[in-house]
C-alpha cells in the first residue's frame, strides 16, 4: 500500500478572492444531497484560513468531537441546498448571508460513505465587516477556529477512534485538531492538492502513532 511520503509541497500564496474565483455563482442540482457544508475563507496573516467546527461530545451523533465543515442535514422546509448551508452557517457559528462577500458559490456534491449520504459543498468569503464566529449552539459545537490553507499539505498516518473501533488513517495536526476523513479530503480537492492513497484498517501494533482527541 502506497502511503504519502513526507509534505507535500505548499501552493503559492493566493488570495480568499482568488481561490472563490475559480467557483461561479450557481445554482446546485436539486435533490442530490442529504446534507451540505459551507467552506469559509478569511485572508489571514500570512495566507488563506479556513472556518472549522469541533463538534460537541454526543454519543448518538457519529461525528461526535471531530472536526468539521460548517454544515448539517437538509430540513424539509429548506427549499434548497444553499438554503440549508446558509441555516447551518447561522445556527452552528452565527454567521449569516451578510457575514459574507456574497452568495455562496457551489462547489459541487461530495459522498461521505462513513456516514451514507452525499453532502453539498458551498464556499465563501468572509467580509470584512462580518463579526467573528461564534459557537452559536454548544449542543453542537465545541469549538471554531481558523485553519491555514498550507496545514492541509501536512499527512501524517494516525489513529482514530471510530464505530468500527480504531482505524489508521491520514490527518493533518493543527494546534491539537485532528482533521481527517471527508472533511479534509474535500478541503484538499478545493485547494487542488493531491489525492491520496487513504489506509483505512484496523490498527495493529506498531503501526501507526496514537492520537485519541475525543
Given at each position: 500500500m502506497r502511503l504519502a511520503a513526507g509534505p507535500t509541497p505548499r501552493p503559492p500564496r493566493t488570495s480568499a478572492v482568488d481561490v472563490l474565483a475559480r467557483f461561479p455563482v450557481l445554482r446546485p442540482p436539486v435533490s442530490t444531497a442529504g446534507a451540505a457544508v459551507t467552506i469559509v475563507l478569511?485572508?489571514?496573516?500570512a495566507e488563506v484560513e479556513i472556518l472549522l467546527i469541533e463538534r460537541a461530545t454526543n454519543p448518538d451523533d457519529p461525528a461526535s468531537g471531530e472536526?468539521?465543515?460548517p454544515g448539517g442535514h437538509v430540513h424539509e422546509g429548506d427549499g434548497s441546498l444553499?438554503?440549508?448551508a446558509l441555516r447551518e452557517l447561522r445556527e452552528e457559528v452565527g454567521l449569516g448571508p451578510a457575514d459574507l462577500t456574497g452568495p455562496p458559490r457551489f462547489v459541487g456534491v461530495s459522498p461521505a460513505?462513513?456516514?451514507g449520504l452525499h453532502v453539498g459543498v458551498f464556499a465563501g468569503g468572509l467580509s470584512a465587516t462580518a463579526g467573528p464566529p461564534v459557537v452559536a449552539d454548544p449542543d453542537e459545537v465545541a469549538h471554531v477556529f481558523w485553519l491555514p490553507q498550507a496545514a492541509l499539505s501536512e499527512s501524517r498516518l494516525l489513529t482514530r477512534e471510530t464505530e468500527r473501533g480504531p482505524?489508521?488513517?491520514?490527518?493533518?495536526?493543527?494546534?491539537?485538531?485532528?482533521?481527517w476523513g471527508f472533511t479534509r479530503r474535500v478541503l484538499r480537492e478545493f485547494f487542488g492538492l493531491p489525492l491520496e492513497d487513504q489506509p483505512v484498517g484496523p490498527v495493529l501494533p506498531g503501526n501507526a502513532v496514537r492520537l485519541d482527541l475525543d
Open positions: 478569511r485572508d489571514g496573516s472536526v468539521a465543515l444553499a438554503a440549508t460513505p462513513r456516514f482505524v489508521r488513517v491520514l490527518g493533518t495536526i493543527y494546534e491539537g485538531h485532528m482533521v
